[in-house]
């Protein structure tokens, strides 16, 4: 088998570290195209739990599994469940958002409210810290961490994993961030940046600093074209 002499690159193991460190315990991922999904089920290892019946599928798992060793973290996939193959790649899309929905909106507080019910719209993006991560050549990389900070009803204030965050309160409200002085700024669809430039309207280009505070803002809002909103004066902080 040629996958054999595959080997992963720096940059797809500082990827697949970054990655493996940003998933919250218990969370899912489904790598997009491989018809495959695994859980994280301990600080070093994920497990293989579901997988299309197709032989590419094994192929990128192969992949999947050496590129993960060379990070020190183990793939178990002793007991996959095993299905056919969807009829269309837009079927199986759609099945997969539906699952990853209904998995994620089983999450919740500790107090037991669901993290889908909290008031996610004034989730605030918060950098957390620099994290190092260690590759296997004893070399290290710096990440930063972000989460998505929500105060339950029960005073606890939760930490939403940005993943999480994004397939709970859907795209408008994860591309965005909020300024020290309290203005948010949105990642414009090309729909609105169509608009803006239509009726002469001027949005800001972000990159990886925000242009009105030099504030650090989240890497998933770097490189895109932001419209800027005040936050009105009833609604609270
Ligand atoms: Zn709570």
Redesign the pocket.
Known sequence: MKEDEWKPDANLKVWAMEHFNQMAMHAIWRPDGTGLRYRKTADNALTLEHRVDHPDTLIHHTKIVKLYESVNIEIEDDNPMVTPAALSAEEAYRMEIQERQAIASAWS?????KLSELDLESAVPTYLGDKEILLDEGDTQTIEEWAFRVV?????I?NMNPDDYNLLAGDSLFMRYKTSDNQWVHAMTRQEMLMYADSGQKGILVGSRCPLTQERIPPWVWGTYCKVNMISDGEEE
């Open positions: 507080c500790s107090c037991g409210v339950c009803d029960c005073k606890e939760i």
